[in-house]
């Protein structure tokens, strides 16, 4: 089994920067890839940004030169580093680990956190 809990979300107001982290324990091993997804109200999960079983990372293009995914093997925690935030960015984002390749999409992950809320104000 694995465990991810997420921290980082909040408050901020747009243009503004806030750091996600999301700690990863239990079975883990170098072959599980992680990404970032986020679900607005009334919307369905879509992904942000994510490890590729290369090593390369890719994001989704609203998110692209702003939000910049990281890692830190040795303490398997992901990090989204989120600058310039706009309005659009408000959601519960959702930190994920998948055991093989492949692509990503919402039905890939087979682990997932319970999410922090991300609000960014006008």
């Known amino acids: 089994q694995v465990q991810l809990v997420e921290s980082g979300g909040g408050f901020v107001q747009s243009g503004g920067s806030l750091r996600l982290s999301c700690a990863a324990s239990g079975w883990i091993f170098p072959n599980h890839v992680m990404a970032w997804f986020r679900q607005a109200p009334g919307k369905e999960r879509e992904f942000v940004a994510g490890?590729?079983?290369?090593?390369?990372?890719r994001y989704t293009d609203s998110v692209k030169g702003r939000f910049a995914i990281s890692r830190d093997s040795l303490n398997n925690t992901l990090y989204l580093q989120m600058n310039s935030l706009k309005p659009d960015d408000t959601a519960v984002y959702y930190c994920a680990l998948r055991r093989y390749g492949g692509d990503w999409t919402p039905q890939s992950p087979d682990y997932w956190g319970q999410g922090t809320q991300v609000t960014v104000s006008s």
């Open positions: 490890f590729l079983w290369t090593g390369g990372t």
